[in-house]
C-alpha cells in the first residue's frame, strides 16, 4: 500500500505543480507550452524522490527547466513562479499523504 500512496502523491504534485505553474505564467504574462511545464514538473518531482538533498535539487532543476522551456528569465519571473508553485504542489502531495496514511 505505501507505494501506491507514493505513486499518487507523486502524481498529485505533479498536475498541481503543472497547474501552479501555469496560473503563474499567466499572471507574470510569460509564455510557454503546458505540455513543457508538466514536463517540467514531472522531472522536477523525479529529484525530489532523491534521498536527503531532492528537495534542493528539485528546486534547482526546476528553475532552470522553467528558464530554458519558457519565456521567463531566472531572476525574478522563474524563481518566483517556481517558489510559489514547488510550496503549493508540496503542500497538496502532504495533505494527501497525510489523508491516505
Do not use: C, N
Amino acid at each position: 500500500m505505501g507505494i501506491v500512496i507514493l505513486i499518487v502523491a507523486f502524481l498529485v504534485q505533479v498536475v498541481a505543480g503543472t497547474v501552479f505553474l501555469w496560473l503563474g505564467m499567466k499572471l507574470t504574462k510569460e509564455d510557454g507550452p503546458f505540455v513543457g511545464l508538466l514536463a517540467a514538473a514531472a522531472i522536477a518531482g523525479l529529484f525530489e524522490l532523491i534521498p536527503y538533498v531532492g528537495w534542493y535539487l528539485s528546486f534547482v532543476v526546476l528553475i532552470v527547466l522553467i528558464s530554458r522551456w519558457t519565456t521567463a528569465e531566472i531572476w525574478p519571473d522563474a524563481v518566483l513562479m517556481v517558489v510559489a508553485a514547488w510550496a503549493l504542489a508540496s503542500l497538496a502531495r502532504f495533505a494527501l499523504h497525510a489523508a491516505l496514511a
